[in-house]
Nanobody
Framework: QVHLVESGGGLVQAGGSLRLSCAASGSIFSINTMGWYRQAPGKQRELVASITRGGTTNYADSVKGRFTISRDNAQNTVGLHMNSLKPEDTAVYYC??????????????WGQGTLVTVSS
């Protein structure tokens, strides 16, 4: 089995910064794309940012220039550095990974989520 565990959420004032981390564990052979999604109350889950194993990144327009995604392939971790946070960034943030084990590929492994609350 493969598990993703997020950390780093919390309460921050508008304009502040937070860093989220996600660590994958289990019988991992390799991890392809890793990403961060978020779901605000009453809204659908949306992609925030993703990063391929080779380091190619993709960002939602709403976070470009403010958020930075990074990963450590050796440690099987992905991070999200969030700057200039806005109240509309308030959501539960989920880590996602496309994981390859010794016997199968699991393209949709999710973490349990971490709450980010930005106060105005």
């Amino acid at each position: 089995q493969v598990h993703l565990v997020e950390s780093g959420g919390g309460l921050v004032q508008a304009g502040g910064s937070l860093r989220l981390s996600c660590a994958a564990s289990g019988s991992i052979f390799s991890i392809n794309t890793m990403g961060w999604y978020r779901q605000a109350p009453g809204k659908q889950r949306e992609l925030v940012a993703s990063i391929t194993r080779g380091g190619t990144t993709n960002y939602a327009d709403s976070v470009k220039g403010r958020f930075t995604i990074s990963r450590d392939n050796a440690q099987n971790t992905v991070g999200l550095h969030m700057n200039s946070l806005k109240p509309e960034d308030t959501a539960v943030y989920y880590c996602n990974a496309d994981v390859v084990t010794g016997v199968a590929r699991y393209p949709g492994v999710w973490g349990q989520g971490t709450l980010v609350t930005v106060s105005s």
